[in-house]
């Protein structure tokens, strides 16, 4: 670099020998010469070849940085200063002085140098063409005006020529680079369009786009590196919170990128293009538009990767090939949990459960391999359950969303269910539903028939304390996946669009993570549709229908319990896939739930059948009376008898207003006497 900056030096020494003094000279005499002449100049080689005879890399750049802009003197003069300012700083201060520019090195300063017989008014329209070959180049402060924009002195373009393709230091880390020799996972859910993409731009020149919308996490970037290593091109990838805030570009970070591109033949992935959600609709369109203006030039397609929600065609003029990443089908989502346990687990993860995890999970191949990079580290070797990989899924995709949903602790296993025959059966097919999915939608090819609807939606209605909530935990624990409850108190809205607001959240919240959704007391919401009197009534029957539409929609499970199935229009209960109807239990089950609270409590003379004949209680009030009277107990010499049992009943069934006598206690009215009476 020193040579072509001494080739500046000679040409700011001729055009100040004739303006400034001696000591001018002296101040500045490491940078200029008072006695330069134009025979040096001349016979100081300028061909790249010869410049650089002994840097082949450097000859080469130099050369094309010519070409690029055309020869032209003006533009030359301005890198040649540009290069002796980044050398010796007081280059600026001699441009101010020497020239009376109170900006430097500006562009009027390198026609100045390079044309000293000529005024710069008259150089005006060589300036300006000057400019515009060099202000990308050299970083001119885009808020100024042309003729007095300073450039930016920050030693890009002096470490490119000299071989260095690392990008702008002010770009790093978020800014990364794609090489095609780099190892890359292999595109389990969109190989064929990536090929069929690659082969379209190996087709096409001039400028184009290629959107890639999905989720995050979905494979977007993977698309683009695929589709870069195919048409064995460099991939800058530029995340847009890098270059952008709130939705609009930062003029500095954006031209450091489109100087990367000037300098280079890569390609470029704007990653992640989004504007606020509020602001979409009026700063989305001249966003696009800016930066296809600025990118066209260059001819080369640009990868942008964005959200769903986010539209670009109808925003630019250049062709743009929209590719949508759709989540992974069950047999994509177990190949790739194959993939990368055999890549990162020791053993090539044997025995790792791809296939239950993709029946009952929808996760994108970016949530995959970090929780495989978790597993990694806290348990490289197995065994691992399913149960266990579950809770770590839930870990990386709980990001504090879940504001209207509570977790529910799935304490009950399948045995602790005491159910009628049929009931059981029906939860056996909604566990079948869920754990063979892969088998019937994909194995069977009923997915492309059954686009809608394949939502596991169950109701389940029955007198309070007949096993609902219970049975809901019980799913969980089977399916090994986690139970949340929807907070109705905060779903449930008096202004009109609010509750269907808050329920898309809560869908949207819980789509992609295997949730099973809890809807307890759910006669708040689907309540029987009344006659469109006003207003009121019509958005409530929107209400309804709305749940109803985004259930349908939902790929996980879907509970909902009511005490009051009377309540609940007939039509809605037809869309759900099953309907457990509980009932209060018989005199049988009644004897088994007893047995079963009763089971490891020290206790003396308890007559179980006669507590399963003389009381109809549910399973929930049965669990409260043993639980009291073994309080009871435990205060009254440690053992449990019956007139702890008798006392607890008694209070549980006065809890309900029900007024009993001692007498309904049969020969244990005793008992409930000397307790009535304070004995």
């Given amino acids: 670099m020193k040579r072509l900056a001494a080739l500046g030096a000679f040409r700011l020494s001729l055009y100040l020998e004739p303006r400034v003094s001696d000591d001018f000279f002296r101040t500045y005499s490491k940078l200029i010469s008072p006695d330069v002449t134009e025979e040096e100049i001349e016979s100081y080689p300028t061909e790249p070849e010869e410049l650089f005879f002994d840097k082949p890399v450097t000859a080469a750049r130099w050369q094309g940085l010519l070409e690029r802009v055309g020869g032209d003197p003006i533009a030359v003069t301005a890198v040649q200063l540009y290069l002796l300012a980044l050398m010796e700083e007081r280059t600026v201060d001699l441009l101010r002085e020497g020239l009376g520019l109170a900006d430097g090195l500006t562009i009027e300063a390198a026609g100045r140098v390079a044309c000293r017989e000529e005024e710069s ?349 219970m049975t809901a935990q019980v799913l969980a624990s089977r399916l090994g996946l986690e139970l949340y409850k929807v907070d109705l108190s905060q779903i449930v809205d008096k202004y009109i669009g609010e509750t269907e607001k808050r329920l898309r959240q809560v869908f949207d919240q819980a789509e992609k993570s295997g949730l099973i959704l809890f809807f307890d007391e759910a006669d708040a919401l689907l309540g029987k549709r009344s006659e469109v009197k006003d207003a009121k009534d019509k958005y409530a029957n929107t209400e309804v229908a709305y749940l109803l539409q985004r259930m349908e929609e939902y790929q996980g499970i879907v509970l909902m319990a009511t005490n009051q199935a009377g309540s609940i229009d007939a039509a809605f209960v037809r869309r759900f896939r099953y309907h457990l109807v509980f009932t209060l239990p018989d005199e049988d089950m009644r004897r088994s739930i007893w047995t079963d609270a009763l089971r490891g409590i020290p206790a003396a003379a308890l007559q179980i059948d006669y507590l399963a004949r003389q009381f109809q209680l549910s399973g929930a009030q049965i669990k409260n009376v043993v639980l009291n009277g073994a309080y009871r107990a435990a205060a009254d010499g440690g053992v449990l008898r019956m007139d702890h049992l008798v006392r607890a009943i008694f209070q549980e069934l006065q809890k309900e207003g029900k007024v009993l006598l001692a007498g309904d206690f049969g020969e244990y009215g005793a008992l409930l006497s000397d307790f009535l009476s304070g004995g």
């Fill in 121 to 469: 008014i008259d150089l005006a329209p060589r300036l300006r063409a000057a400019y515009d070959k060099v202000e990308l180049l050299l970083q001119a402060e885009p808020d100024r005006d042309w003729w007095k924009a300073p450039f930016r002195l920050d030693g890009r373009l002096a470490a490119w020529l000299a071989g260095d393709d690392t990008p702008d230091r002010a770009l790093m880390p978020a800014c990364t680079v794609f090489r095609p020799n780099e190892p890359l996972a292999s595109a389990v859910l969109t190989g064929g369009r990536i090929r069929q993409t690659a082969e379209t731009l190996a087709e096409r020149t001039g400028f184009s786009v290629v959107h890639i919308s999905g989720d995050p996490g979905s494979g977007r970037r993977h698309f683009a590196c695929h589709a870069a290593r195919d048409l064995g091109r460099e991939l800058l990838i530029v995340p847009f919170d890098a270059i952008a805030r709130d939705g609009a570009l930062l003029d500095g970070p954006w031209r450091r990128v489109l100087r990367e591109l000037l300098l280079s033949e890569r390609l470029l992935c704007l990653s992640d293009v989004d504007c606020p959600a509020e602001k979409r609709t009026g700063r989305l369109p001249p966003l696009l538009r800016r930066m296809e203006g600025d990118l066209t030039p260059f001819g080369r397609p640009v990868f942008m990767t964005t959200p769903q929600a986010v539209k670009v065609v109808p925003f630019l003029t250049a062709p743009v090939d929209a590719v949508q990443i759709p989540p992974p089908t069950i047999p994509q989502s177990a190949e790739l949990w194959r993939e990368l346990t055999t890549a990162l687990l020791p053993d090539g993860g044997e025995g790792f459960p791809a296939e239950g995890l993709a029946a009952k999970m929808t996760l994108t191949a970016g949530q995959m391999e970090r929780i495989v990079h978790l597993l990694r580290y806290r348990r490289p070797r197995g065994p691992w359950q399913e149960r266990d990989i579950f809770q770590l899924c839930y870990q990386v995709l709980d990001d504090g969303r879940y504001e209207n949903i509570r977790f529910v602790d799935s304490a009950y296993g399948w045995d602790d269910l005491r159910l009628e025959p049929p009931l059981k059966r029906t939860l056996e097919a909604v566990c079948a539903q869920v754990e063979h999915q892969g088998t019937v939608l994909d194995e069977w090819g009923l997915r492309r028939r059954y686009p809608y609807g394949r939502c596991v939606s169950v109701l389940m209605s029955g007198p309070p304390g007949t096993g609902k909530t």
